[in-house]
């Protein structure tokens, strides 16, 4: 059964930085799309990064470019995103999600939270002084 669970939400001041991670178990074919997404309160959930599983492509919301950065270590199956210079605005919990990457080959599909599969339980992140 196929699993994603995140880790390294928490409370951090406004400039500072937070590493969140992403472990997957149970996938059983070659190539994902891996994203993060936010929901803040009251909100819907937002794309905030998206990293290919076939040739390492990066994708990024406007809101984060240039501050948050996605990566993969295939060996430990993670995905983890850095986030640096971190806005009140950025908080929210935040998910991982994966689905089967030819399912979104469209670019805009890689941004539509209902075009994944999987889904984390979600980690909080609270950016406040």
């Known amino acids: 059964q196929a699993q994603l669970v995140e880790s390294g939400g928490g409370l951090v001041e406004p400039g500072g930085s937070l590493r969140l991670s992403c472990v997957a178990s149970g996938f059983r074919k070659d190539y994902y799309s891996r994203a993060w997404f936010r929901q803040a309160p009251g909100k819907g959930r937002e794309a905030v990064a998206v990293?290919?599983?076939?040739?390492?492509?990066?994708f990024y919301g406007e809101s984060v470019k240039g501050r948050f950065t996605v990566s993969r270590d295939n060996a430990e199956n993670t995905v983890q995103l850095q986030m640096d210079s971190l806005k009140p605005e950025d908080t929210g919990t935040y998910f991982c999600?994966?689905?089967?990457?030819?399912?979104?080959?469209?670019?805009?599909?890689?941004?539509?939270?209902?075009?994944?599969?999987?889904w984390g339980q979600g980690t909080q992140v609270t950016v406040s002084s």
């Open positions: 990293i290919c599983d076939s040739d390492g492509r990066t």
């Open positions: 999600a994966a689905v089967e990457e030819f399912l979104v080959e469209a670019d805009r599909l890689k941004f539509d939270d209902r075009a994944y599969d999987y």
